[in-house]
């Protein structure tokens, strides 16, 4: 495991590297002595693991964890601390702490909450790959019609399951059916032919399309050449705004990539009709 370690005492971030090496724990990738640098850090590492003080300088860790599991969902996090206040630990354990490791640090302690931790990223990992085998074969063996095709695009840049993903089916699935262009329809009055609450229905595909803007900048990231990136990054997203993205991820700035809905929709239509 990659074990990011984030503590103001210098002596603990000391003892916990030595006792993850001497007990082969993992790999300590970073290490910061405040919340600010840590999640600038973590941003570029990503680690498996990033074990945190609750009380530090700068950033405090509930909201260090809060900021970095908005982003990176898979990070499991280890609370570090000497406090008894049970309203500081409720607070942790809602923003995302499940693992709670108390100071004066005990090797032993430390090593078994670790393995456990470790124990739930593999069993996550195995679920993960087995759900995703399943729904690959489902969607790649289904590409009969409109709909089967904008579901697999929308898997593979990971927004399945997103709250406007019925939304942007439905208005694909309108747009083709029709015949109609964007460029000569506002959203809104797009939208309203399907609700009467048009606004609400066009946040739920921004926040849908974002949310595949974050991953696909998390894909560019990690492998520019990625096929899946170089394919939609520039079809159904801006690259400029991916690229603004992607530096806010790697902590470069504090401007985040935006999205034109109706770029996005207008490229899953081209796509399907490609494909039909």
Excluded: W
């Amino acid at each position: 495991m990659r074990i990011f370690i984030v503590d103001d005492d210098a002596n603990i971030t000391r003892l916990l590297e030595r006792i993850i090496l001497d007990k082969d724990l993992g790999e300590v990738v970073g290490k910061s002595n405040d919340g600010i640098d840590a999640a600038n850090q973590m941003k570029l590492l990503k680690p498996d693991i990033c074990m945190v003080d609750l009380m530090m300088p700068g950033k405090d860790g509930i909201s260090l964890v809060r900021e970095i599991k908005s982003l990176y969902h898979n990070i499991q996090f280890i609370m570090i601390s000497e406090t008894s206040s049970k309203s500081l630990i409720s607070q942790a354990y809602e923003s995302g702490i499940e693992y709670y490791i108390s100071k004066p640090i005990d090797a032993i302690e430390v090593q078994i909450v670790t393995k456990k931790v470790t124990e739930k990223i593999l069993n996550l990992r195995k679920l993960n790959r087995i759900k995703k085998m399943f729904i690959d074969d489902a969607i790649q063996k289904d590409t009969s019609n409109n709909e089967s095709l904008v579901r697999l695009i929308l898997h593979k840049i990971g927004i399945m399951g997103e709250s406007g993903t019925l939304d942007i089916i439905n208005v694909v699935d309108y747009l083709i059916g029709t015949g109609q262009n964007l460029s000569n329809i506002t959203i809104t009055d797009l939208l309203s032919r399907f609700t009467e609450n048009p606004r609400s229905m066009e946040q739920r595909i921004r926040r849908t399309a974002t949310v595949g803007l974050i991953n696909l900048a998390n894909l560019g990231i990690e492998d520019y050449m990625n096929e899946i990136f170089v394919e939609y990054s520039n079809s159904i997203y801006s690259f400029e705004q991916l690229k603004i993205e992607m530096d806010f991820i790697r902590g470069k700035t504090t401007k985040r990539g935006t999205v034109n809905i109706k770029k996005f929709i207008d490229g899953i239509v081209y796509y399907v009709n490609r494909n039909n």
